[in-house]
């Protein structure tokens, strides 16, 4: 589910830093406990396509719940 309020922003995909998983929102699974992440923890981003986040990430998890086989 896309979130419109802090730190979401409306972005669809929502990276973890305190375990480096990238979620999809708009795929978005209970398991994924999205509500659960400490705010502090969220960096979130509007496409994949941005550069910045292999720049900021170069090693990380797509989540196998929201982010599994396309
Ligand atoms: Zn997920």
Excluded: W
């Excluded at 896309?2 to 999809?24: G, T």
């Amino acid at each position: 589910m896309i979130r419109k309020q802090y730190p979401f922003f409306y972005k669809r995909y929502a990276y973890d830093l305190s375990k480096n998983v990238l979620h999809d929102l708009k795929n978005e699974k209970d398991e994924c406990k999205i509500n659960e992440m400490d705010e502090e923890d969220i960096e979130m981003y509007s496409s994949l396509n941005e550069g910045s986040l292999m720049l900021d990430h170069p090693v990380h998890t797509k989540c196998p719940h929201c982010m599994g086989e396309e």
